[in-house]
């Protein structure tokens, strides 16, 4: 009720007013970063620098988004009725950006705070009142993150965050009659959420199973180097982290002779040392990754690192010569669990791609140009990188998921016009009327 009653006054506010709350909320929050830091390595076990960055990186955001809301929203159309057929200029439509109302917006655990403002920020540009409801593990980081907002002058109302279990709270949410606008990233749970949610406007992005095809021209060493930060980072608890790497089979035992040795070179620790390797979220998700790993290796798959793991913490493993009929080739573990599968051709390494239910991101290695863009042009998913490693980012990019991956397009503008609607008012002229200069 309270962002119900509050987003037509803000509205109603001059834009250059809305992005100067915005740059001084960035402001704040950037003083801020070592204590979210702290709280992001405490809640969601973030290694110590990753967390800093997290809390920086968001501060760009929203800096960024100030400047770009004031570009986007400020430039409205004026459309003439002689251009169809039949019609003179006797009617001007002037088209405009309105705000939705009350967008809620429902980040992850993995990023809390980046994946807050990725939605609060363009919503607030926009004119919108926000309900967020932050992760259960990251809720500290996402209400401290929510303060500098408030402290840098955003009227009362604008801003409201609600915490709580999802499964207790989450359809109260997302069915509310008031919400306009939902903004949710996460898992299988946004799938439901899309059944269920009335007709309003949709923004999700829900996992991946992000392919890396390794053509046999590759750069074995960049390849390798890529394939291993993208894929054991933050434990791969990541959407856009490498989920299989598919690899031509003239190539793939140097390539996993490359692998091998950088993957055991990273370093295990919890996150107030910033080591690659940190617990993951919960003991349910240790328990499903080491499902997929058993399961894998019960079906013949050759398991490259011998399995290790204390409680959450799970040392991070290649699985070679995973074939189709194993979990790991369909599922996303999100964690420092990395599958090979060795494939005929880079073709077939694309249909895999092209087969899975999920469709975020993935890349191809390859040193051919052609070759790149047809394999790209084939890839039927959100975002191809050539020779880099899938990644969400820099966040002015657009970033969108195919098929169970997600609906809508996220990045700053993309994210800013998604939060508006389209209103036109219509003159209508007693004469047609020609503008001469």
């Known amino acids: ?22 740059k001084e909320a960035a402001r704040l929050l ?14 969601v076990a973030k290694g110590a620098k990753d967390a800093r960055s997290e809390v920086v990186r968001s501060a760009d955001l929203i800096e960024y988004c100030a400047e770009e809301g004031l570009r986007v929203l400020s430039s409205n159309q004026m459309i003439t009725s002689d251009a169809f057929p039949g019609t003179d200029r006797n009617k001007l439509c002037l088209a405009s950006k309105v705000p939705l109302g009350v967008v809620l917006a429902i980040p992850p655990f993995n990023y809390p705070v980046n994946l807050a403002v990725s939605k609060i920020a363009p919503a607030l540009i926009a004119g919108n009142a926000v309900v967020m409801k932050p992760p259960t593990q990251g809720s500290a980081s996402g209400l401290h993150m929510a303060m500098c907002f408030h402290q840098a002058g955003l009227p009362a109302g604008l801003l409201n965050v609600v915490t709580g279990r999802g499964s207790e709270i989450g359809d109260y949410l997302t069915q509310h009659p008031k919400v306009s606008c939902i903004s949710f990233t996460g898992g299988d749970t946004g799938l439901s959420i899309a059944k269920k949610a009335a007709m309003v406007p949709l923004q999700m992005e829900l996992g991946g199973k992000d392919a890396c095809v390794i053509c046999e021209d590759a750069d074995l060493d960049l390849a390798a180097k890529h394939i291993v930060k993208g894929g054991f980072s933050y434990s791969g608890q990541r959407c856009t982290a490498v ?3 598919l690899v031509e089979r003239s190539v793939a035992d140097a390539l996993v002779a490359k692998l091998v040795p950088q993957v055991e070179a990273l370093k ?3 996150p107030e040392d910033s080591p690659n390797i940190v617990p993951v979220v919960s003991k349910s998700s240790a328990d499903f990754i080491e499902g997929l790993v058993r399961d894998a290796e019960a079906k013949g798959a050759t398991l490259l690192q011998a399995w290790r793991r204390e409680d959450n913490l799970i040392w991070p493993m290649l699985v070679d010569n995973v074939t189709k009929d194993m979990r790991l080739a369909w599922e996303e573990p999100f964690g420092p669990v990395v599958p090979i599968v060795r494939v005929g051709s880079a073709e077939e390494g694309v249909a895999h791609c092209n087969a899975s239910r999920y469709a975020l991101q993935g890349c191809v290695f390859t040193k051919d140009i052609d070759k790149a863009m ?3 042009d084939a890839m039927e998913t959100g975002t ?4 880099s490693a899938p990644a969400r980012g820099p966040d002015h990019f657009p970033f969108q998921g195919f098929r169970d991956s997600g609906i809508g397009s996220q990045g700053i503008s993309n994210s800013i016009l998604m939060m508006v609607k389209t209103k036109t008012t219509v003159m209508n002229l007693p004469s047609p009327s020609y503008t001469l200069g």
Not at 1 to 22: G, H, I, K, N, Q
């Open 1 to 22: 009720d309270a962002a119900a009653s509050a987003w037509r006054d803000w509205a109603r506010t001059p834009l250059w007013r809305r992005a100067a709350v915005l």
């Open 30 to 43: 950037r003083a801020q970063e070592e204590r979210i830091g702290e709280l992001l390595s405490a809640e």
């Open 243 to 245: 989920k299989v790497v």
């Open 268 to 270: 295990v620790g919890m």
């Open 374 to 376: 047809r394999l790209s």
């Open 384 to 387: 191809v990188q050539i020779n």
